[in-house]
């Protein structure tokens, strides 16, 4: 009789060539399907968990398909909870492809995309916030996101999330103490400690909440637009931020037309610095589609930073600047090797905190510009992240903002002298959408919208 759970197979590795591939066997049936294809000295059925042995793959005809190393992991004690066998076979997409082939015909079914971490969530050898850390972790594009996906992946926001839980429900506890008592005659007990339990809960809720916004930033990186009138010196600062002459710099206005886009780390988070078009009526075609193409730009930037030409000598105005719309725009003042502070009076922008001098040329000043791009992208500096864990996942988000609105109602409920019923409801409320982040409370769209993130193999 087949078992009613599937026993799957994936390859875990890239596709391509490499020195390795490595496949993922697991379910009841892992170490049984492996073996009937396996050519050692000793079966794998009798192998102990977290051994490794060599031997062949071969096909049902018997013709040999590779070498490989089997690693035999034994319930619970695997990633997944099942029993586990990872085939290390040579790289390349074909052997790899034959071993799983094989594999498949012996009984084996091909894993879903993200199947082995579901497993390992049902299993309970980690949580929903934990399981997609993995996913995370695997898409992370800059140091800070692997940081934070890694601190996921231990239980960092779970176990904030679980100790928020706990202050909810003393006080759930406490309200249904002052039920009782209700009954025996008495109005209220003291809620001074309902109180402070619910501000603690709001506070830690509000700390998480707002660090999505650093969160997101790790996660996605920062579009960084670089604009200004034409020869400010904006494909000049591309350059010089990415320490290469990625754009071409001259002294005709109107050098840039097309959109350039580069990834720069910086302090471990992903800024793609977009250099554009300086911004003027024209009649020239090209550049009309360029500035067109910048203002395009400018609307979904993350980050501006306007720069400008000291030389020039027309200078934008505070209103041009603000007319962007973009709430996070740092001014850069170019060329400052030419222009002596002193001889700046006439101009307004640069009494404007915001403004920073600097060379493109020389690179006077670029370091403390990177410094404000990130103080401006994260909010704070990126390792300072000593206060608890950091939000990155839209969906964790949403199951914050969710609660925390039921706890707002709370409050309000414990200010306006509600009875302890009408309180309980909504902490209860606030309880439940908690336990969605970990997945104690979970719905199959839920599961599937997290699931489908994953690539196979993992
Ligand atoms: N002295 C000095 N010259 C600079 C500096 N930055 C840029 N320039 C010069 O200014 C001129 C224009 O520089 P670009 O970087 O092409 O300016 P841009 O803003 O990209 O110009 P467009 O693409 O035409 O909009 C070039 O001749 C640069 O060499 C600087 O910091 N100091
Ligand atoms: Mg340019």
Known sequence: MKPSIDTIVAIATPPGEGGIAVLRVSGPEAVAIVDRRFRAPTPLASAASHTAHVGAICDAAGERIDQVVCTVFRAPHSYTGEDVVEVSCHGGTLTSRRVMGVLLETGAEMARPGEFTKRAFLN???????????AELIHARSD????????????RLSSEVQTLRRSLMDAVGLLELELD????????????????????AGSSLRRLLESYRAGKVFRDGVKLVLTGAPNAGKSSLLNALLKESRAIVTEVPGTTRDVIEEGLSIGGVL???VDTAGLRPTSDPVEREGVERAHEQLRSADVVIWVVDLMAPIQPTKEAIESIGSSHVIVALNKSDVIA???????DIEDDSRALRISAKTGDGIQRLEEEMLAVAVGRTPSDNT???????????DVLRRASRSLTLALESLEGGKT??????DIREALNTLA??????TTDDIMNAVFSKFCIGK
């Open 124 to 134: 309970g050898k980690m949580d929903l916030a934990q399981a997609e850390a993995v």
């Open 144 to 155: 800070a996101a692997r940081r934070i996906s890694l601190e996921q992946l231990a239980g």
């Open 181 to 200: 008592f209700a009954e025996d005659g008495y109005e209220f007990l003291d809620r001074s400690k309902i109180r402070e339990l619910l501000n603690d």
């Open 271 to 273: 800024f793609r610095v």
């Open 341 to 347: 502070r002193s001889s700046s009076t006439r101009m």
């Open 387 to 397: 206060e608890g864990a950091t939000v990155t996942n839209a969906r964790h988000y």
């Open 420 to 425: 302890g019923e009408f309180l309980a409801l």
């Open 436 to 441: 969605e982040l970990t997945g104690e409370v």
